[in-house]
């Protein structure tokens, strides 16, 4: 069997506890913050790294090393929890390779991946990932009854996991079986999620190779590398590290904010109102409403703000019936309606109104235009549009036909007026921009540091000679990777 450089190994504990896993949650919620800033400057860095390899067809050494650490402290972290179970002892917290604790991840150096890589390997991993999600939970299984569509989550893992925790719960015994596939399945995401960062070129295999060894394992030959370099303290990078990481999530915002902003603003129309798309409406009722619309400080921003403030709804009978729209307290519409059955819009779903039937007789309502509740309305043959300077309450908008009589179809539009947002827009957008490049530039400062700490030294030194009366010179020894060392 061909020797897949991506090497994942495990040592079950002889005897493991029987209640700890009920609290290893808790007891892993260090282990949690610490890999949420790792994983956070992992995905900057393969970035980095895929830009590195695809440019200069060299993957940084120093992101190698950071990405291949934090793969491994994730493993230990996982074995320890609620991916493996397979040991008591407490994961360190570290980069490093740790030889004495039962779950390790190594990765063979080998040639750098092809300049094109980074175009593809996610296409590629495609497949992986969809299987890997059946086995993990990701897809779900739905279920159609009288109340509606109930999803559950399909996972052999986490049913893995209950039975094992389980047995040993009562019998103090973990199935071996049972801990080989736990790892197995493991396995099989670190391979991919090694190749995804691009820590190996190689394909992973489309296999389940269960077990707590590799199914290749040979004896290991002596490292051609010294000890992981310990240069400088670690203070430094873990400060770049977490500064970065905390910086990144509110300079997304802003970004993110700034250009939503702008896309408000590239909506308005000439006297500042965006519009929704066309929305149909239908219902063998006398009315649909939508309840419950509260305003609050209308007067201090329409004073403030002279563009803000109207609200325009159109509607329009596609078989040209009379049509009426109003705005209404909310309580004058319940009193109107009392006994009378009407659908209340509660959401859209893919472009369908979704309603909830309020109690009552599918019959006519009094005719709506006679009301004199209303605080705007319109009613028109085939067309309605009202508009309405916006006030403070609680007010619920009817559609309905002009008579009142059951069976209402429209075609409604809304728009509400904003003021111009370009500038607040680029300003918001600008910082999120500036501040993003400072949290990805201390990210990458970080993690190059730690990288930098358990890289080792360099494989490329001239060879020593050998000692007098060594015996015949063999071929040199292969040069194997920080990641490989034990």
């Known amino acids: 069997m061909t020797r897949y450089p991506v090497r994942v190994t495990a040592r079950r504990d002889e005897s493991l506890s029987r ?76 980069l490093a390779d740790v030889p004495e604790h039962p779950a390790r991840l190594e990765a063979d150096e080998g040639a750098p991946p092809p300049r094109w890589m980074p175009l593809v390997a996610w296409v590629f991993a495609i497949p992986h990932l969809i299987i890997l999600g059946a086995l993990t939970g990701a897809a779900t299984w739905s279920l159609q009854n009288s109340d509606g569509r109930t999803a559950a989550p399909i996972s052999v893992v986490g049913a893995g996991l209950l039975i094992a925790g389980l047995s040993l719960l009562f019998t103090g015994r973990y199935p071996t079986g049972l801990h080989d596939l736990l790892v197995g399945v493991a396995r099989w995401n670190l391979r991919v999620a090694a190749y995804l960062m691009l820590l190996t070129p190689r394909y992973p295999p489309f296999r389940l190779d269960q ?114 729209v109003g705005i209404a307290p909310q309580q004058d519409v319940d009193t109107w309606l009392a006994g009378v059955a009407r659908d209340e819009l509660t959401g859209v779903r893919s472009g369908i109104a979704q309603y909830d039937r309020n109690a009552g007789a599918v019959q006519a309502a009094a005719s709506p235009a006679a009301q004199r509740f209303w605080v705007a309305s319109a009613t028109g043959t085939g067309n309605a549009e009202l508009r309405w300077q916006v006030t403070d309450g609680k007010y619920a908008v009817v559609v309905a036909n002009a008579d009142g009589a059951p069976g209402v179809s429209v075609d409604v539009r809304g728009a509400v007026q904003v003021p111009g947002l370009a500038g607040l827009g680029a300003g918001l957008l600008t910082a999120g921009a500036v501040l993003g490049l400072i949290a990805i530039g201390l990210i990458v400062l970080g993690g190059v540091g730690l990288g930098r700490r358990h890289s080792g030294p360099s494989t490329t030194a001239e060879p020593q000679a050998p000692p007098p009366d060594s015996g015949p010179a063999g071929p040199a020894p292969s040069a194997t990777p920080v990641g490989a060392r034990r």
């Open 19 to 94: 209640w700890l896993w009920l609290v290893k949650w808790l007891l892993l919620i260090p282990h949690i913050l610490a890999l949420l800033v790792l994983w956070t400057g992992l995905v900057v860095l393969t970035a980095v790294a895929y830009l590195a390899v695809l440019f200069t067809g060299r993957y940084p050494a120093p992101i190698r090393a950071y990405n291949l650490g934090v793969l491994r402290w994730t493993w230990r972290v996982g074995y320890y929890g609620y991916q493996a179970l397979g040991t008591d002892q407490y994961p360190p917290f570290t």
């Open 211 to 324: 077990g707590g060894d590799e199914p290749d394992d040979a004896p290991a030959g002596p490292s051609a590398v010294g000890p992981p370099g310990q240069r400088g303290t670690a203070a430094g990078p873990v400060t770049a590290l977490v500064a970065g990481v905390l910086l990144l999530a509110p300079g997304t915002g802003l970004g993110v904010g700034g250009g939503a902003l702008l896309a408000v603003d590239a909506a308005r129309d000439s006297t500042g109102y965006v519009t929704s798309p066309t929305l149909r409406l239908d219902s063998p009722t006398a009315a649909i409403t939508a309840d419950g619309l509260t305003i609050t400080d209308a007067g201090r921003w329409t004073r403030d703000i002279a563009d803000i403030g109207g609200l325009r709804i159109a509607a329009a009978a596609p078989a040209g019936a009379q049509v009426f």
